[in-house]
């Protein structure tokens, strides 16, 4: 990020499907705002990052529950704008 100053993130905040959908959802924002709080204090603009959270909705795995949970638990990052190169 500090040398392509152009470029914008959207962390995305995911979760298992344990609990009910609004504390997934609750949960998935408190995980992406701890990525991007990491990456502010690392010197990354506070406005050069989005962040949403998709709780339980769209998980990175299907498999059984014990084996998909660390999977779906997770920050995802996509890259808003084009990179300088």
Not at 15 to 21: A, Q, S, V
Not at 41 to 53: E, P
């Amino acid at each position: 990020m500090s040398k392509n100053t152009t470029a914008r993130l959207s962390i995305e905040g995911h979760c298992d499907e344990r609990g009910t959908n609004e504390y997934n959802l609750a949960l998935g924002d408190r995980r992406a705002k701890a990525v991007k709080d990491y990456l502010v204090s690392l010197g990354v603009a506070s406005g050069r990052i989005d962040v949403i959270s998709y709780g339980e909705e769209r998980p990175g795995l299907h498999r059984n529950r014990q084996m998909s949970a660390g999977k779906n638990r997770r920050a995802h990052f996509s890259i808003l704008t084009k990179v300088d190169r």
